[in-house]
């Protein structure tokens, strides 16, 4: 297996691109919408007269406006008893008015349960309503920009996505800003996210009257008008409809502001996308960072060499990028998956696979995503493969996430002491787990508790 190749030649906008296509998941849209309002919102930019600089600064907030919305998708599926993602893409079809909130919330509010279940759910929603919605948002921007920060990403990227959600007449949220003290960048991806749901949803004719609609309201009415000159061209719509979007996307990178990437920047990046996928679950906090330093210990243990064991962690931490396609309906379930949830949580580790396959730096980790399941006698999923076809990496990182699941609480369990956990883990060696990682685990944690002692 090829571990690591070197990263002089890998650009960061291809990098970008291809991860978010995870965001695009849980947020609950269709696979493609960070990339389309990249081309919407560029093109918008371009006819502005932004300055290069600002044209790369606009390039990475459409991409990234999202990177915040896995932290509030556990609240929103208690609150509102419901799919987070059908909700989140349900919810960016209405505006602010009261005919459409109410209608939304009597449609989306737990469709599933009781008639007791959901009239408590709409009653607390219609006392709290105001202060929820500013809480939930207030959440995903404030994570969204913290995220972008720590990505290296530059202050007015970061303040973009802050501001995502802020409204032209003042009366978005969280904090309320008005007019021209929203960011620009911000005014623009929302118009570009809000012109691609309606164009996806119900076409381009659709998406021109939401957005006129809007206008003075959600949207600067100035940025419509550069818009509605922007959509005359038809050469904008088939180049929205070309299914190679993405490399159309690319080539929109200013000239000059090309960011290639190393191998600590690599680091970084996955270490940012880890944190976006732990946030989508409160009984997943930090399980990929845990995650990734148990493999580290058990590489360290089995010789692992430093370059192949770097590989090897970025991989840890997103193993688990393909549950960010989940409901919290299903990651946070207290009792039992039924066979259909079942049936959707396997389906992680192709989604997650999936993802990194897009990405050239990456693409070598889409093993271990998509077989941390599978197990040495074949009796794991999605693929029930065995032995030999199971890589050295993927069984450390499947050793790894075994012992964290066990010693961290879950919804349908309290978190065990780690003697009841290796205790449990050991009956499934030779079988399920590969020996030579399970007890260099054990070596592993045997020194660290030596230490810890002597200490």
Not at 31 to 47: E, Y
Not at 326 to 353: C, F, Q, R, V, Y
């Amino acid at each position: 297996m090829e571990y690591s190749r070197g990263s002089q030649n890998l650009k960061l906008a291809e990098i970008v691109s291809a991860l978010s296509y995870a965001l695009d998941l849980t947020d609950g849209q269709p696979p493609g919408h960070s990339v389309r309002c990249c081309w919407i919102g560029m093109h918008i930019a371009d006819a502005l007269g932004l300055s290069n600089i600002e044209m790369r600064d606009i390039y990475y907030t459409l991409f990234l406006k999202d990177l915040g919305c896995s932290s509030n998708a556990a609240r929103i599926c208690k609150l509102f008893v419901t799919n987070d993602h059908d909700f989140k893409r349900n919810v960016k079809l209405i505006d602010n008015s009261l005919t459409q909130v109410l209608s939304f919330v009597a449609s989306n509010t737990a469709v599933k349960s009781g008639m007791a279940e959901r009239l408590r759910a709409v009653l607390n929603l219609a006392i709290n309503g105001s202060k929820i919605d500013r809480e939930l948002i207030e959440t995903r921007c404030e994570r969204g920009a913290d995220i972008a920060r720590r990505m290296r990403f530059p202050e007015p990227v970061a303040r973009g996505i802050l501001d995502l959600d802020e409204h032209w007449d003042g009366r978005g949220q969280p904090v309320g800003l008005k007019g021209k003290d929203i960011s620009l960048y911000a005014r623009i991806a929302l118009l570009a996210q809000v012109i691609d749901v309606f164009n996806i949803t119900s076409g381009r004719a659709s998406a021109l009257e939401e957005v006129r609609r809007r206008s003075g309201r959600w949207f600067d009415p100035y940025l419509v008008d550069v818009f509605e000159q922007v959509a005359e061209k038809p050469d904008f719509w088939s180049g929205l409809e070309d299914p190679e979007l993405d490399k159309r996307v690319f080539a929109l990178e200013p000239a000059g502001f090309t960011q290639f990437v190393d191998d600590d920047f690599l680091d970084d990046i996955a270490d940012a996308f880890a944190q976006v996928v732990d946030a989508k679950s409160p009984f997943t906090s930090g399980h990929s960072k845990r995650v990734a330093l148990i493999s580290e210990l058990i590489a360290t243990e089995l010789g692992v060499d430093p370059a192949r064991k770097r590989w090897l962690v970025r991989g840890a931490l997103l193993h688990d990028i393909g549950k960010l396609g989940i409901s919290n309906e299903i990651l946070d379930k207290p009792s039992k998956l039924d066979p259909d949830e079942w049936a959707a949580m396997k389906t992680h580790p192709s989604l997650g696979a999936k993802i990194l396959s897009r990405i050239e730096a990456f693409s070598g980790l889409a093993s271990i995503a998509r077989d941390h399941h599978e197990k040495l006698d074949g009796s794991g999923y999605p693929r029930g493969i065995s032995g030999n076809d199971l890589d050295l990496e993927t069984r450390i990182v499947t050793v790894a996430d075994i012992f964290d699941a066990l010693t961290a609480d879950r919804p349908y369990r309290e978190a065990m002491p780690t003697s009841k956990a290796l205790a449990i883990m050991v009956r499934d060696v030779g079988t399920a787990l590969d020996p030579d990682c399970y007890f260099a685990l054990m070596r592993s944690l045997n020194r660290l508790t030596t230490k810890a002692k002597a200490a």
